[in-house]
């Protein structure tokens, strides 16, 4: 257990709302990480974080914002949620010291 | 570009029978790799880990994986399967530098039959 907690972890919402999903952890850690889980595609990155205000882009970053205002936060914002944004989302911290990513338990978004 | 293939989607094995679990990855330079696994409606559990050294690496719950360079795999196996590790299980490859960003194949869904 890294200390990462998610929230919602469920969460059911209409098309063309916007919706921000959290993700906390305890341990301090630098790299914060999103994912997404979709059926046949693992777990495809989103965006990440390596420091408070320091985020970058990953494999799938259209549609989707972050913000690292504290170094226990990670805010993943849909600006406009879309049906192909419904999915798993996974939020992982980067333990520097083992070099090995710890995830999160997940959120279930559901874009009706 | 970093990728990962698990070419198997499903896989169904007897309680007490081997596993193995196939992993390509596609790296530019030395790789770190992860096995993680992942029950239903839970996140991911690492199940073990390859950075250097021996090439054969153990992890939890009965777990091995073994690191072939020349080709390019990282097979998961376990001697006896318990009807407990049934799971969707994930390979992935990493730089292991700053930021470690990962690459995920798209999964195996373990099924045990009793």
């Known amino acids: 257990d890294a200390g990462i907690t998610q929230s919602p972890r469920h969460k059911v919402t209409e098309t063309g709302t916007p919706v921000t999903l959290r993700c906390h952890q305890t341990?301090?850690?630098?790299?914060m990480y999103w994912y997404r889980q979709d059926p046949g595609h693992g777990l495809r990155l989103i965006h990440y974080s390596y420091g408070v205000k320091d985020t970058d882009k990953g494999e799938v970053s259209d549609g989707y914002s972050v913000s690292r205002s504290k170094t226990e936060d990670f805010l993943l914002t849909l600006e406009s949620a879309t049906s192909s944004q419904t999915s798993v989302y996974f939020c992982?911290?980067?333990?520097?010291?083992?070099?090995?990513?710890?995830f999160g338990p997940g959120t279930r978004l559901t874009v009706l | 570009a970093q990728s990962v293939t698990q070419p198997d989607i499903h896989i169904t094995v007897s309680e007490g029978a081997s596993l193995e679990l196939r992993c390509n990855y596609s790296?530019?330079?030395?790789?770190?790799l992860f096995w993680y696994v992942q029950s239903p409606g839970q996140g991911l559990q690492l199940l073990l880990k390859y950075f250097s050294g021996d090439t054969l690496v153990q992890g939890i719950k009965g777990f091995e994986a073994e690191f072939k360079r020349s080709q390019s795999s990282f097979n998961l196996r376990k001697p006896s399967v318990h009807w407990s590790d049934a799971a969707e299980y994930f390979c992935a490859v990493g730089a292991g530098n700053a930021g470690n960003m990962l690459t995920f194949g798209g999964g195996t869904r373990l099924m045990v039959k009793p």
């Open positions: 341990e301090n850690h630098r790299y």
């Open positions: 992982a911290i980067s333990d520097r010291a083992t070099d090995t990513q710890y």
């Open positions: 790296y530019g330079a030395t790789p770190y």
